[in-house]
């Protein structure tokens, strides 16, 4: 397969999805670097490996926002007057200046709180795409033209999966090492003014592992993809099936699981779905530190199994979706 041919029908889908894609990432990584300016510079703001969180006043009551990432999920948090934790901010410059290792988790609580919210920007930004980008091929008529040219229906498709499996990791690895770089470079000026040696802070940094957390973050996501594999194939297979929505396609195991559930408290009847969707439920479960920021991922080889069935039935669901675009297309 032509290597140049493929390249431009990954340009494509960049192109016709860059505002989802590029776009609104970029967005997200810049207004995080607005936060964290105004969190260090402004506010007194508390920056380290938790996130970041930073003071202001509204309707004369003191108050404190930020992106805070626990040891489980990323979310964002406001607190109120009342909060322990809106009380004891501090001075950057001071703290660092007293411990220069500081500097390793302020590096690292903005790289997390840019990775949480582009987790949620891709979460959202994936599940639309998967539902809808071939069902609008066949919507807009579009899939008579790409026909037209000596690109195969199975690149097309599999170009598509890139998109989701490689394109948006790549994007969020990209964007997590430029903040990263970005705030490491910029303390580096800010704190050596203020007379902490660069040796110490560039040390904190090494030592303390924020500037290879990108990557760690990287290999966990394509990971965790791998596990969501069912998911995003059956969420191809129905943008390829439907005729006018594929999100009532998608959204058909759950009402079967309901059925399940109704015929088992009434007849005693089990038709296995719940069954089905608890044994996944359970795999996912055995790979839970890889769908989480903070909690290191290692890999087991009681994954082996759950990997290998979840890659087995994605691709299953993706021959599926290949075979409906060269046998049945139109709408």
Same mark, same amino acid.
């Given at each position: 397969?032509?290597?140049?041919?493929?390249?431009?029908?990954?340009?494509?889908?960049?192109?016709?999805?860059?505002?989802?894609?590029?776009?609104?990432?970029?967005?997200?990584?810049?207004?995080?670097?607005?936060?964290?300016?105004?969190?260090?510079?402004?506010?007194?703001?508390?920056?380290?490996?938790?996130?970041?969180?930073?003071?202001?006043?509204?309707?004369?009551?003191?108050?404190?926002?930020?992106?805070?990432?626990?040891?489980?999920?990323?979310?964002?948090?406001?607190?109120?007057?009342?909060?322990?934790?809106?009380?004891?901010?501090?001075?950057?410059?001071?703290? !660092?200046?007293?411990?220069?290792?500081?500097?390793?988790?302020? !590096?690292?609580?903005?790289?997390?709180?840019?990775? $949480?919210?582009?987790?949620?920007?891709?979460?959202?930004?994936?599940? $639309?795409?998967?539902?809808?980008?071939?069902?609008?091929?066949?919507?807009?008529?579009?899939? =008579?033209?790409?026909?037209?040219?000596?690109?195969?229906?199975?690149?097309?498709?599999?170009?598509?999966?890139?998109?989701?499996?490689?394109?948006?990791? &790549?994007?969020?690895?990209?964007?997590?090492?430029?903040?990263? =770089? &970005?705030?490491?470079?910029?303390?580096?000026?800010?704190?050596?003014?203020?007379?902490?040696?660069?040796?110490?802070?560039?040390?904190?940094?090494?030592?303390?592992?924020?500037?290879?957390?990108?990557?760690?973050?990287?290999?966990?996501?394509?990971?965790?993809? =791998?596990?969501?594999?069912?998911?995003?194939?059956? $969420?191809?297979?129905?943008?390829?099936?439907?005729?006018?929505?594929?999100?009532?396609?998608?959204?058909?195991?759950?009402?079967?699981?309901?059925?399940?559930?109704? &015929?088992?408290?009434?007849?005693?009847?089990?038709?296995?779905?719940?069954?089905?969707?608890?044994?996944?439920?359970?795999?996912?479960?055995?790979?839970?530190?890889?769908?989480?920021?903070?909690?290191?991922?290692?890999?087991? $080889?009681?994954?082996?199994?759950?990997?290998?069935?979840?890659?087995?039935?994605?691709?299953?669901?993706?021959?599926?979706?290949?075979? &409906?675009?060269?046998?049945?297309?139109?709408?």
């Amino acid at each position: 397969m032509n290597k140049k041919l493929i390249m431009t029908q990954f340009k494509r889908e960049i192109w016709e999805n860059k505002v989802s894609f590029i776009y609104t990432p970029i967005f997200v990584t810049l207004l995080i670097l607005v936060i964290a300016s105004c969190a260090a510079l402004y506010s007194k703001g508390v920056i380290n490996g938790n996130g970041m969180h930073f003071n202001f006043s509204s309707n004369n009551e003191h108050q404190e926002a930020g992106v805070i990432v626990d040891g489980q999920s990323p979310q964002s948090q406001l607190h109120g007057p009342d909060d322990k934790q809106a009380r004891q901010h501090f001075d950057i410059q001071t703290v !660092v200046s007293k411990d220069p290792s500081v500097f390793n988790g302020m !590096v690292m609580g903005i790289m997390y709180a840019n990775c $949480a919210l582009l987790y949620l920007v891709f979460s959202i930004v994936m599940s $639309a795409y998967s539902l809808r980008c071939l069902f609008d091929d066949r919507k807009n008529k579009d899939i =008579l033209f790409w026909r037209s040219m000596p690109v195969s229906e199975t690149v097309n498709v599999l170009v598509k999966v890139g998109m989701v499996l490689l394109v948006i990791p &790549l994007i969020m690895l990209a964007l997590n090492v430029i903040i990263t =770089l &970005l705030v490491f470079l910029s303390g580096l000026i800010l704190f050596g003014v203020k007379g902490i040696p660069f040796s110490d802070l560039i040390s904190s940094v090494v030592h303390g592992g924020s500037l290879y957390i990108p990557f760690q973050i990287f290999y966990e996501l394509l990971f965790s993809l =791998l596990m969501s594999l069912p998911i995003i194939g059956f $969420a191809f297979f129905s943008s390829a099936y439907a005729k006018k929505t594929p999100f009532f396609i998608f959204a058909s195991p759950a009402l079967l699981a309901l059925l399940d559930k109704i &015929l088992n408290s009434l007849f005693g009847i089990d038709i296995g779905v719940i069954d089905l969707f608890a044994l996944y439920g359970r795999a996912l479960a055995t790979t839970s530190a890889a769908f989480t920021l903070r909690e290191a991922f290692v890999f087991q $080889a009681n994954m082996i199994i759950p990997l290998i069935v979840c890659i087995v039935i994605g691709s299953l669901f993706f021959a599926g979706s290949i075979w &409906l675009r060269n046998n049945r297309y139109e709408i």
